[in-house]
């Protein structure tokens, strides 16, 4: 199976401007997930499509491929569609950019899975006391075949355990198609998460296991914190 790696990035981002080129330990936060991307044993191929000249540039200072795409869309699945359109694979992994904590052997496991014949996969976490009350963490709840049942901003289950969801999503091509046929549900609407369109309309989502620690970078506390854990290893 061909599966591409596709990492979305925009420049514009409206919680953290500017936050693909944040700096992490003299590097941009983009070039960490694109390093830790192309780890990965079972990616064809692994480029960062962004619709900003300045990322495009230094993704390409760093002898890696970008490619530029509208600055029309919505959502880093729509960005995807677009790569996906140019460049034909038999799945996609959509990276999102702001995962600088990013493993190789994370993404392995998805393309597994869909090697499997799985629509869509992706992956999760425990989530610490702070990130079930802490809205920009996405908390997943799972059925006993380890398929989400729900996502959600808030709190939930209501007693727990807590379960974060890492935003990176494995889609088998017709899958993504598929997806991008549709509008947004309300469940997506009103949580403000285009996975709840896959609930929404029927399919599943295979969710993964993933023990080590990772932080994604939605806040200026978040990228404090991978500073503290990336600088401190790095040195």
């Given amino acids: 199976m061909e599966v591409l790696g596709v990492i979305p990035a925009r420049e514009g981002s409206t919680r953290l401007r500017g936050k693909p080129l944040a700096d992490i330990c003299g590097k941009p936060l983009i070039l960490w997930t694109l390093?830790?991307?192309m780890k990965a044993k079972r990616l064809r191929r692994v480029l960062v499509a962004t619709d900003s000249e300045r990322?495009?540039?230094?993704v390409e200072g760093a002898g890696a491929e970008a490619v530029l795409t509208s600055p029309l869309h919505k959502s880093g699945t729509e960005r995807v569609g677009e790569v996906a359109e140019k460049i034909k694979a038999d799945a996609y992994l959509n990276i999102q950019a702001d995962?600088?904590?990013?493993?190789?052997?994370?993404?392995?496991?998805?393309v597994e899975e869909l090697e499997k014949g799985e629509e869509f996969v992706s992956l999760y976490g425990e989530a610490t006391a702070e990130e079930a009350l802490d809205p920009n963490t996405v908390k997943v709840v799972l059925d006993h075949r380890g398929y989400s049942i729900y996502f959600s901003r808030s709190a939930v289950p209501f007693r727990g355990p807590f379960l974060k969801h890492i935003g990176i999503y494995?889609?088998?091509?017709?899958?993504l198609l598929w997806f991008l046929s549709l509008g947004p549900s309300p469940l997506e609407d009103e949580?403000?998460?285009?996975q709840l369109r896959i609930l929404y309309y029927g399919k599943r989502i295979k969710m993964?296991?993933?023990?080590?620690?990772?932080?994604?970078?939605?806040?200026?506390?978040?990228?404090?914190?991978?500073?503290?854990?990336?600088?401190?290893?790095?040195?």
Avoid at 55 to 58: P, Q, S
Avoid at 99 to 110: C, N, Q, R, T, V
Wanted: charged share 40%; aromatic share 4%.
């Fill in 55 to 58: 990322i495009k540039r230094v």
């Fill in 191 to 194: 949580e403000g998460l285009e």
């Fill in 99 to 110: 995962e600088p904590m990013i493993k190789g052997e994370a993404l392995d496991l998805m």
């Fill in 170 to 175: 494995g889609f088998l091509r017709d899958a």
């Fill in 35 to 37: 390093e830790g991307a």
């Fill in 208 to 235: 993964l296991p993933w023990r080590e620690s990772m932080i994604s970078v939605d806040t200026e506390r978040d990228l404090e914190r991978v500073r503290e854990v990336l600088c401190g290893k790095a040195n």
